[in-house]
Structure formats: structure tokens, C-alpha cells
């Protein structure tokens, strides 16, 4: 079965579900060599708090539905009480110094998530700010910014729902869920027609996009008619002869070498989307911090 990504990733935000498995799971590696001694051993048990998650630098935020489920998921294992207040919602722009969410509760709760709290929503609201980087170069073009299966390991469809966060679109979430046949797969099979040939005839309706690295590739992928072609590492006069070849028949991204100067350019040529590995591979943390009020 295909992965559906609309399913979890909704408009309204990620699914409850996802984002308590998340946090339980990243819980789990801060604390599986033992409760908080620090914390424990300074703080007493029925100390109350209230802290707030504030902006360092400027970004766009991605992750809240996981930050709140880290406390509620630590709340409930510790029979604790607590109140999340969000500030801001996902995909909303912040400037440094503001609030991005308030937590009240025990202090030993509160400081036990911290850290969680923090890489979660400091490595998501990276990818969304940097995403948002990127569709505001691509600027008025019709051309979408898209993701790659270039991401952190267990953390790809929360990278992936942060992408959409900043405004930029998935490609497929794994490897079941679209075909994408490279030049290795080509390799094998012997050409370009071969491949798409095969992959049709075990899965006649799947997605189905092929790398090109040339013009003449583009042409034979355009005959055996793919739902999109990659055009790898290709300058831009390239990407606008491919586009004149594709005349709207099929849709091209381009993908490889990019950079944010690029942005702009690239869109300019006519083709559909970017595609962009930095964006989960190599997004610049946004710098939060977790300030606890003074009494």
C-alpha cells in the first residue's frame, strides 16, 4: 500500500497520533539511562513554573504539535498536570525575541523536556525556514520548491511535514509510494524505455518520474511519456531546451548543484518544481530557547 501523506501530514497540521509516538520516542533516548538526576536532585517535587519557548533569530515556525506533545507525553508518564499555551501556529513567520509557545507545570516536568522540546522544534523550524527561503527567491514563478528522501533518519515525515510549513511541496516519502528510476536503474535495465517499461508493468498506475542527465534522455523519457522527468545538474539553457522539448506535455524539476542565488533562474526556465536535498540534509537549526520566568 502507498503511502499517504495527505493522511498524516493534513492541512490542519500533523496528526495527533504521529506526533505523541515522536515524542514518546525521543523521550525515551534522553531518558533511558535514567530520570533527570540533575533536575531531580535541585528542584523540589511540587515546585510549580512556567516557561516560555522564545525565538532567538528570525524564522518560520514547524513542529508545535510535537513541542506540546513532549511535555503532555512526560506530564502523563509522571501523573503531572500541565498547560501548553501555543503562541504562534506552524507556518507562521516569527521575529527574534518573540514567543513561540508557554509552558506552566512541576518545574521537574517542565526541565526534563526541555532539551526534547528544543530539538525537535529548533531542527523543524530550521527546515521551515529555510524552505520559506527558498519559495521566496523562486519569487512570482510558477514553479513549487520541493523536498528530496534526503532527510535525518526516523525524522522524515516530521522534516517533510516542516517543508510544507514553508511553504514548499513533498516528493514522494519513500520508496513505495512513487517511482523515481535513476541513472543506475537505467544502467541496468539497459536504457531509459527499458526501465519505464518495467516499472509499468509491475505497477501500471504508480507515480512515475525518470532522472535525465542529458537532452537526448529527455527525449526518449518524453516518448515513453513519465508523470515527470528530473533534470539532473543541468545549467539553465539546458533546463529551457528541456522545457521547449517537454512543451507541456510532461512536468520537469530540476534538481542537483542548486543553489538560493540559483532560485530565481532556475523557476525562470519554465520548469515545475525544485527540488532541494539542503532543505532536510542540511537546514541551519532556528536558535529557541526555553526561558523560565522569575518568580
Given at each position: 500500500?502507498?503511502?499517504?501523506?495527505?493522511?498524516?501530514?493534513?492541512?490542519?497540521?500533523?496528526?495527533?497520533?504521529?506526533?505523541?509516538?515522536?515524542?514518546?520516542?525521543?523521550?525515551?533516548?534522553?531518558?533511558?539511562?535514567?530520570?533527570?538526576?540533575?533536575?531531580?536532585?535541585?528542584?523540589?517535587?511540587?515546585?510549580?513554573?512556567?516557561?516560555?519557548?522564545?525565538?532567538?533569530?528570525?524564522?518560520?515556525?514547524?513542529?508545535?504539535?510535537?513541542?506540546?506533545?513532549?511535555?503532555?507525553?512526560?506530564?502523563?508518564?509522571?501523573h503531572a498536570?500541565?498547560?501548553?499555551?501555543?503562541?504562534?501556529?506552524?507556518?507562521?513567520?516569527?521575529?527574534?525575541?518573540?514567543?513561540?509557545?508557554?509552558?506552566?507545570?512541576?518545574?521537574?516536568?517542565?526541565?526534563?523536556?526541555?532539551?526534547?522540546?528544543?530539538?525537535?522544534?529548533?531542527?523543524?523550524?530550521?527546515?521551515?525556514?529555510?524552505?520559506?527561503?527558498?519559495?521566496?527567491?523562486?519569487?512570482?514563478?510558477?514553479?513549487?520548491?520541493?523536498?528530496?528522501?534526503?532527510?535525518?533518519?526516523?525524522?522524515?515525515?516530521?522534516?517533510?511535514?516542516?517543508?510544507?510549513?514553508?511553504?514548499?511541496?513533498?516528493?514522494?516519502?519513500?520508496?513505495?509510494?512513487?517511482?523515481?528510476?535513476?541513472?543506475?536503474?537505467?544502467?541496468?535495465?539497459?536504457?531509459?524505455?527499458?526501465?519505464?517499461?518495467?516499472?509499468?508493468?509491475?505497477?501500471p498506475s504508480?507515480?512515475?518520474?525518470?532522472?535525465?542527465?542529458?537532452?537526448?534522455?529527455?527525449?526518449?523519457?518524453?516518448?515513453?511519456?513519465?508523470?515527470?522527468?528530473?533534470?539532473?545538474?543541468?545549467?539553465?539553457?539546458?533546463?529551457?531546451?528541456?522545457?521547449?522539448?517537454?512543451?507541456?506535455?510532461?512536468?520537469?524539476?530540476?534538481?542537483?548543484?542548486?543553489?538560493?542565488?540559483?532560485?530565481?533562474?532556475?523557476?525562470?526556465?519554465?520548469?515545475?518544481?525544485?527540488?532541494?536535498?539542503?532543505?532536510?540534509?542540511?537546514?541551519?537549526?532556528?536558535?529557541?530557547?526555553?526561558?523560565?520566568?522569575?518568580?
Amino acid at each position: 500500500m502507498s503511502f499517504d501523506g495527505d493522511a498524516v501530514l493534513s492541512a490542519a497540521g500533523l496528526k495527533r497520533e504521529l506526533a505523541i509516538d515522536i515524542a514518546r520516542r525521543t523521550l525515551d533516548e534522553d531518558l533511558q539511562w535514567g530520570p533527570d538526576i540533575t533536575t531531580r536532585a535541585t528542584i523540589p517535587a511540587g515546585q510549580r513554573g512556567v516557561a516560555d519557548v522564545v525565538a532567538r533569530q528570525p524564522g518560520t515556525i514547524a513542529g508545535i504539535p510535537v513541542a506540546a506533545a513532549v511535555v503532555e507525553v512526560l506530564a502523563e508518564d509522571q501523573h503531572a498536570g500541565v498547560e501548553v499555551t501555543p503562541a504562534v501556529s506552524d507556518g507562521d513567520r516569527v521575529a527574534a525575541g518573540a514567543r513561540v509557545m508557554t509552558v506552566a507545570g512541576p518545574l521537574r516536568t517542565l526541565l526534563t523536556a526541555e532539551r526534547t522540546l528544543l530539538n525537535l522544534l529548533s531542527q523543524l523550524s530550521g527546515v521551515a525556514t529555510l524552505t520559506a527561503a527558498w519559495v521566496d527567491a523562486v519569487g512570482d514563478h510558477d514553479c513549487q520548491v520541493r523536498d528530496t528522501r534526503k532527510t535525518v533518519p526516523g525524522l522524515r515525515i516530521l522534516q517533510k511535514y516542516a517543508v510544507r510549513c514553508g511553504g514548499g511541496v513533498n516528493h514522494r516519502m519513500g520508496l513505495g509510494d512513487a517511482a523515481l528510476i535513476k541513472d543506475n536503474h537505467v544502467a541496468a535495465a539497459g536504457s531509459v524505455r527499458a526501465a519505464y517499461a518495467a516499472v509499468r508493468a509491475m505497477n501500471p498506475s504508480i507515480s512515475c518520474e525518470i532522472e535525465c542527465d542529458t537532452l537526448d534522455q529527455v527525449r526518449e523519457a518524453i516518448e515513453v511519456g513519465p508523470d515527470l522527468i528530473l533534470l539532473d545538474n543541468m545549467d539553465t539553457d539546458r533546463m529551457r531546451q528541456a522545457v521547449a522539448l517537454a512543451g507541456g506535455r510532461v512536468k520537469l524539476e530540476a534538481s542537483g548543484g542548486l543553489t538560493l542565488d540559483d532560485a530565481a533562474a532556475v523557476a525562470a526556465t519554465g520548469v515545475d518544481y525544485i527540488a532541494i536535498g539542503e532543505l532536510t540534509h542540511s537546514a541551519p537549526v532556528l536558535d529557541l530557547g526555553f526561558d523560565l520566568r522569575s518568580r
